[in-house]
Each structure stands twice: as C-alpha cells, then as structure tokens.
C-alpha cells in the first residue's frame, strides 16, 4: 500500500481592512443613518404640529364655554394684533413668541381670551392654558396642556375635578393665592391638593406671572377696538 502522506493545510492569514476602508464604512453608514432621520423628521414634523395645533384648538373651546370662533392675537410694537397667517407661504414656527386667543361666541361678541402659561412644577414644566373673563376679572376655565407630575400626587392638577372647580369663577384681583383644601373663603383663592402642595402652588404662580404680562394688555385691546363684551357666560 502507497504510503499515505500528511497533507499540513495552508494556512491562510486574512487581511485586516485598512482604515481607509473602515473609514468609508463608518462614513456611509452615518450617511444612510443622517438621511433616514432627516426624512423620518420631514415625515413626522407636519404630523406633529397638526396634533398641536388640533389639541390647542380643542383646549381653547374648552376653556372659553360658548366659544364658537376665535382669533391668534400676538403683541406687535407692544400691541395687541391679530396674528395674519399667509397660507401660502411657509413659516417658522417661533418657540418664543407669546400668543392669545379672543373668543367669541355665535354673535360674534368677545366672551373672553384663552390664554397659555408654563411654569415648573415638581418634576418638569407644566404647561397650560386658561380661560379668563376680562369684564368679570375671572378665570372661567383651566386646562392642562403637558405635565410629567408625579403620578398619583402631582397629576391630580388635571386629574382631580374638585381641583378644577377652583377656576370656574377665580378672582385675578387681588393677586391669586393658594389655600389649604377646605380651607377657601375668598374668590381669589385656590384650594391647594392634599399631598401636591407644590404643584398646586406652581399653577397658582402661573396664573399670576401670566396675568401680570396680559392683563393690562387685554384691557387696552378691548378700548382700542371697541369690543362688545357678553354680558353673560353661563
């Protein structure tokens, strides 16, 4: 028989990739990555402002009862003006610009102006919008927009309906001030919740700071443009 011969296999050293190469490989893959996320915001963006805008509009309804239309005011050379959107040009967004509705009601008399506020609560800023009856000096509606309030104590800002009882009909002046639960004798005052004593005073700070910058605004809006005002809102 032949002699079986040990065959000893090649052994073959692979290559490592030069740094060029992994250099177009990390290269290409941030590319394809930037431009997948570039498109998912593209995507997306006009999606979420149309919730905004929707949620907003809901929410001002909501806090002006018998609203039936309203209008985007913003200050302008320190005045109050509607805001003109041109639906034909595109326009940036201002995070920063400070907006107020006028709502009217099906006779086309102003019952009030919707009017957003934020402040940090406990956790996080929380975000609302309010209400408020300018002939009357009262807030008459209060809807919280976001908040990451503790779960259980916090929430109850826009979870608890007695909490919210509080502005059905809240004097602006004097100054708003904050209360022990039971403890309400005066049209100003808010009963603060047993257990989220901060938050409760965080919305009665921005009621006030947000007062303070439109209240005096508001009055000169109404004579300067000869509003009729609603006598009644019930």
Not at 26 to 48: E, H, K, N, Q
Not at 130 to 157: C, H, N, W
Request: proline share 4%.
């Amino acid at each position: 028989m032949a002699e079986e011969q040990n065959i000893v296999p090649e052994i073959i050293e692979e290559k490592e990739p030069s740094s060029i190469v992994l250099i177009l490989a990390l290269g290409i893959a941030g590319l394809l990555s930037g431009i997948i996320l570039v498109g998912t915001f593209i995507y997306t963006d006009p999606l979420i402002r149309a919730n905004k805008e929707a949620a907003m509009q809901r929410a001002i309804f909501k806090v002006l009862p018998d609203c039936d239309s309203y209008i985007t005011l913003h200050l302008e050379d320190g005045m109050l003006k509607e805001k003109i959107v041109d639906p034909n040009k595109k326009e940036e967004s201002d995070s920063e610009e400070l907006l107020i509705y006028s709502g009217y009601n099906a006779n086309k008399e102003l019952i009030g102006f919707a009017i957003p506020g934020s402040e940090p609560g406990f956790q996080d800023i929380i975000g609302t919008i309010f209400g408020y009856d300018a002939s009357q000096k009262v807030i008459i509606g209060f809807e919280v927009l976001e908040s990451k309030e503790t779960p259980g104590l916090g929430d109850k800002i826009f979870k608890d309906a007695a909490f919210q009882t509080n502005f059905i009909a809240l004097a602006v002046d004097p100054e708003i001030i904050a209360v022990k639960n039971g403890e309400k004798q005066n049209p100003n005052e808010v009963e603060a919740i047993t257990g989220a004593t901060i938050s409760s005073k965080a919305v009665v700070r921005l009621l006030n700071k947000t007062m303070d910058i439109w209240q005096g605004e508001i009055d000169k809006y109404i004579i300067q443009n000869n509003l009729t005002v609603a006598e009644d809102n019930d």
